[in-house]
């Protein structure tokens, strides 16, 4: 992915920067954020820079690069903050640059749309976790999901292949729900988890019924989700998902959920802005 990422910018060689860069000299570039942001994905400069090296000519003069004063993934910082600088060859600076903001910019979006979420949860006095899905953008799932712990996230199963979660179609593909989860609780390896999602009361009696230990009320309102909390009564662990937004998520949270999923943590924040500003070193 990171190589892809590189190839598709860098190709054979930065055209600009070799007609127009002394070859050997040094700069240093600070990348600054320009407005209130959480900071996710300076652990990629070093394998973007492992990568640009592999790449013989094009990445001329990688191996010059460094990082140093940088704030680490996960802080928060207000507009103009430095969150790192990066010395070495003036033009392997250049030729990372896009890159590198690139991936900064849409993981620190994530990280920062997750910590407004969660402040607001924590604001109100709610301490239900704050979920990740599995919309994600493809071949960024790993990244985009690390990026909403940096923003006091909470990842739910990465994939099909570490949890179980029988969705709508898996129930009718299956027979039904007490079918459904008897079988994947019967089925499942030691200490996976089991979760089985409901779409109304009476399915949450059903599932209970069936032994399931996690429940996910989907497009329930607030109000719904209270009762059901009230039904389940501390014999599942209880996630809600579905129409969450920043207007609402503090409701849901009051009715208390142990956790919210929103799919709008990774596949709608809004990449943040971020500059290189780039200094010649004598």
Known sequence: MLQ???????????????????????ARGRVVAREPLVVAGLVLFDPLVEVLAASGEAGAG????SMSDQVGDGAAVTAGTSLCTINGEAGAILTLERTLLNFLGHLSGVATETAAVVRKVRAAGCQARILDTRKTTPGLRRLEKYAVVCGGGTNHRVGLF?????????????????????AALAG?????????????????????AAGAKSILLDNFSPVQVAEAVRTIAGRARVEVSGGVGHDTVVEYAKAGPDGISLGRLTHSARSVDLSMELTLLV
């Open 162 to 182: 570490d949890a179980v979660l029988i969705k709508d179609n898996h129930v009718i593909a299956a027979g039904g729900i007490e079918r459904a989860v008897r």
């Open 4 to 26: 892809l990422a590189v190839a598709e910018d860098v190709g054979s060689g930065d055209l600009t920067t070799r007609l127009t860069v002394p070859r050997g000299s040094r």
């Open 188 to 208: 499942a390896p030691p200490g996976t988890d089991v979760e089985v999602e409901c779409d109304t009361l009476a399915q949450v009696t059903i599932a209970l």
């Open 62 to 65: 990688a191996t010059s690069l």
